[in-house]
T-cell receptor
């Protein structure tokens, strides 16, 4: 059972465009993380959100945690080719294991 | 902080042999270790969870006798793939968790069974 639905699973856009990736669940999480993974490497943490309604910005990336702590979004402004990669959301409940979304494979074309 | 070392990064082995993957937490003590498997173009799937000094808890569908996990110290855990088959070829990733509760991942091990 996939508890975190991530969409879209694949996205290919032109450099300079904006995009949003969504992570949705029917369950409440105490925290939600976003990771980026390069081929042949482990995931690298981008951000952790813990408060409902929280918005965090990391340069051109904006992360939002839903008010009910069941969903999250990642918005990239003016995408660059260096943003290409696999983006993963993962939900946590205290010290329990993380639940991962299916991932979004993002390709930014020059 | 939270530096993780996973070795080897790549390994090729023959069918029927065993392969050991090591995961070390270099600057923190990992009370819990998560082991994940990732097939091409897919997300991470949790295989098992281990606590230092205790037996690992395996996820449904993961054979405990095939994937042996040892977590004998707070800085080292190993995953041994026994009697490897080509279908075991995958990307294996460890994730040690310390008392701070943060999630850190190893760099992964690409296993190819020929």
């Amino acid at each position: 059972t996939q508890l975190l639905e991530q969409s879209p699973q694949f996205l290919s856009i032109q450099e300079g465009e904006n995009l949003t990736v969504y992570c949705n669940s029917s369950s409440v999480f105490s925290s939600l993380q976003w990771y980026r993974q390069e081929p042949g490497e482990g995931p690298v943490l981008l951000v952790t959100v813990v408060t409902g309604g929280e918005v965090k910005k990391l340069k051109r990336l904006t992360f939002q945690f839903g008010d009910a702590r069941k969903d999250s979004s990642l918005h990239i402004t003016a995408a660059q080719t260096g943003d290409t990669g696999l983006y993963l959301c993962a939900g946590g409940r205290g010290a329990q294991k993380l639940v991962f979304g299916q991932g979004t494979r993002l390709t930014i074309n020059p | 902080g939270a530096v993780v070392s996973q070795h080897p990064s790549r390994v090729i082995c023959k069918s029927g042999t065993s392969v050991k993957i090591e995961c070390r937490s270099l600057d923190f003590q990992a009370t819990t270790m998560f082991w994940y498997r990732q097939f091409p173009k897919q997300s991470l799937m949790l295989m098992a969870t281990s606590n230092e000094g205790s037996k690992a808890t395996y996820e449904q569908g993961v054979e405990k006798d095939k994937f042996l996990i040892n977590h004998a110290s707070l800085t080292l855990s190993t995953l041994t793939v026994t009697s490897a088959h080509p279908e075991d070829s995958s990307f294996y990733i460890c994730s040690p968790q310390g008392d701070r509760g943060s999630y850190t991942f190893g760099s992964g091990t690409r296993l190819t069974v020929v």
